[in-house]
C-alpha cells in the first residue's frame, strides 16, 4: 500500500520550501519561495501547491513546521499562527488557515524544527533512538526535544534559542536578539554572526576568531540541554551548520564544558557519534513535515 502523499511547507524567516511528498523517494514537487510579506509569501505557497496537486494527485493532509513564535495548540483560537515574532510584518499572521481552506484536508501546525527531529527520527540521525535533540542555526535559532519517542510540548513550544548562555571572554557584542539581545539567538544565529562581523557566515574563512565563539555558544546550549533532558544524541542543522569545522570545534568544547561530569557511556570519546550533522541534510524539515503528516493520519 503506498503512504500517503502529504502536502509540506517548512517556512523559514528567509524562504520557505513547499512540496509535495510521501517519503525521501518520493518528492514529487518542490518549491522555494522567499519569505517577503504575508500577502505576497502565502499566495504564492497556494499557487505552487495547487499546481503541483494537479500535476501530480491530491494529497492525503497538509503538514506545516515553521519559524516562529507560533502557536501551535489546536484547541487555541489562534492556531496556526505566527505569533510575536521579530520577522517584520509576520507577526499575528495566520499561517495556517488560508493554505487549509484552500487544500480542503486535514492539516498540521508545528515548529520547523520539531518537524526536522521528527524526520530523522523516521528516516536519519535519530533513527533507532528514543531521546533525542535538534537544534537548527540559521536566520534565527530553533530546538526541539523527543523523549521517549515522542517531541516535547508544552503550553505551547519550546524556545530554545532564547535561553541564556554566558558569553565568551573574548566576545564584546552586545547582542542581535530584539527581545533579549544575548541570548543564544542573539549571539549565535547567522544574523548575529554578520552584525558582529561584517559578513554573513559564509563569507567568513575557517580559520576566522567568529567559530571559537560559536562552538562555545553552541557547546553551551548542548549542556544546557544535557542537563534538562538528557538525549542519546544531539543534531545540529540549519544554515551556519554548512560550516563543517564547527562540529569538532563544539565537540571538543562540550567535552570541556562537562568537565568530566556526566560520565555516560555515550559521552566519552570525541562525541562525534553524539553531536552530529542530520542525516536528511537541507530535506530534514520538508521529510520531517511527511512524517508528521503520516502520524497525524495514523493516530
Same mark, same amino acid.
Given at each position: 500500500?503506498?503512504?500517503?502523499?502529504?502536502?509540506?511547507?517548512?517556512?523559514?524567516?528567509?524562504?520557505?520550501?513547499?512540496?509535495?511528498?510521501?517519503?525521501?523517494?518520493?518528492?514529487?514537487?518542490?518549491?522555494?519561495?522567499?519569505?517577503?510579506?504575508?500577502?505576497?509569501?502565502?499566495?504564492?505557497?497556494?499557487?505552487?501547491?495547487?499546481?503541483?496537486?494537479?500535476?501530480?494527485?491530491?494529497?492525503?493532509?497538509?503538514?506545516?513546521?515553521?519559524?516562529?513564535?507560533?502557536?501551535?495548540?489546536?484547541?487555541?483560537?489562534?492556531?496556526?499562527?505566527?505569533?510575536?515574532?521579530?520577522?517584520?510584518?509576520?507577526?499575528?499572521?495566520?499561517?495556517?488557515?488560508?493554505?487549509?481552506?484552500?487544500? %480542503?484536508? =486535514?492539516?498540521?501546525?508545528?515548529?520547523?524544527?520539531?518537524? *526536522?527531529?521528527?524526520? $530523522? &527520527?523516521?528516516?536519519? @540521525?535519530? #533513527?533507532?533512538?528514543?531521546?533525542?535533540?535538534?537544534?537548527?542555526?540559521?536566520?534565527?535559532?530553533?530546538?526541539?526535544?523527543?523523549?521517549?519517542?515522542?517531541?516535547?510540548?508544552?503550553?505551547?513550544?519550546?524556545?530554545?534559542?532564547?535561553?541564556?548562555?554566558?558569553?565568551?571572554?573574548?566576545?564584546?557584542?552586545?547582542?542581535?536578539?530584539?527581545?533579549?539581545?544575548?541570548?543564544?539567538?542573539?549571539?549565535?544565529?547567522?544574523?548575529?554572526?554578520?552584525?558582529?562581523? %561584517?559578513? =554573513?557566515?559564509?563569507?567568513?574563512?575557517?580559520?576566522?576568531? *567568529?567559530?571559537?565563539? $560559536? &562552538?562555545?555558544?553552541? @557547546?553551551? #546550549?548542548?549542556?544546557?540541554?544535557?542537563?534538562?533532558?538528557?538525549?542519546?544524541?544531539?543534531?545540529?542543522?540549519?544554515?551556519?551548520?554548512?560550516?563543517?569545522?564547527?562540529?569538532?570545534?563544539?565537540?571538543?568544547?562540550?567535552?570541556?564544558?562537562?568537565?568530566?561530569?556526566?560520565?555516560?557511556?555515550?559521552?566519552?570519546?570525541?562525541?562525534?557519534?553524539?553531536?552530529?550533522?542530520?542525516?536528511?541534510?537541507?530535506?530534514?524539515?520538508?521529510?520531517?513535515?511527511?512524517?508528521?503528516?503520516?502520524?497525524?493520519?495514523?493516530?
Amino acid at each position: 500500500m503506498p503512504s500517503p502523499l502529504i502536502a509540506t511547507i517548512e517556512a523559514g524567516g528567509t524562504k520557505m520550501v513547499a512540496a509535495l511528498a510521501s517519503g525521501p523517494d518520493d518528492i514529487r514537487a518542490r518549491e522555494r519561495i522567499p519569505t517577503t510579506i504575508p500577502e505576497e509569501t502565502i499566495p504564492a505557497l497556494i499557487s505552487f501547491l495547487k499546481s503541483a496537486i494537479a500535476n501530480h494527485g491530491q494529497p492525503d493532509a497538509l503538514v506545516i513546521g515553521t519559524f516562529g513564535p507560533a502557536d501551535i495548540t489546536p484547541t487555541s483560537p489562534a492556531y496556526g499562527h505566527i505569533t510575536a515574532t521579530p520577522k517584520p510584518t509576520w507577526e499575528n499572521t495566520n499561517l495556517l488557515g488560508p493554505i487549509q481552506e484552500a487544500l %480542503g484536508v =486535514p492539516s498540521l501546525f508545528d515548529t520547523d524544527v520539531n518537524a *526536522a527531529l521528527f524526520g $530523522e &527520527a523516521r528516516w536519519g @540521525a535519530a #533513527a533507532g533512538l528514543k531521546n533525542t535533540g535538534y537544534f537548527t542555526i540559521g536566520t534565527g535559532i530553533g530546538g526541539a526535544v523527543m523523549i521517549d519517542g515522542k517531541l516535547i510540548h508544552g503550553m505551547g513550544h519550546t524556545e530554545m534559542g532564547h535561553m541564556r548562555i554566558a558569553r565568551h571572554p573574548d566576545d564584546s557584542f552586545k547582542g542581535h536578539c530584539p527581545f533579549h539581545q544575548d541570548c543564544l539567538e542573539g549571539l549565535a544565529a547567522g544574523p548575529a554572526i554578520e552584525a558582529r562581523w %561584517g559578513k =554573513p557566515a559564509q563569507e567568513l574563512p575557517a580559520d576566522h576568531p *567568529a567559530w571559537e565563539i $560559536e &562552538a562555545d555558544a553552541l @557547546a553551551q #546550549a548542548c549542556l544546557n540541554l544535557l542537563t534538562i533532558a538528557p538525549p542519546e544524541r544531539i543534531i545540529l542543522g540549519g544554515g551556519v551548520m554548512h560550516q563543517s569545522q564547527l562540529f569538532p570545534m563544539v565537540r571538543k568544547r562540550l567535552k570541556e564544558l562537562l568537565n568530566g561530569y556526566l560520565a555516560h557511556p555515550l559521552l566519552q570519546g570525541d562525541l562525534t557519534n553524539f553531536i552530529v550533522p542530520p542525516s536528511l541534510g537541507d530535506n530534514a524539515g520538508l521529510l520531517g513535515c511527511v512524517a508528521l503528516g503520516h502520524h497525524l493520519l495514523t493516530s
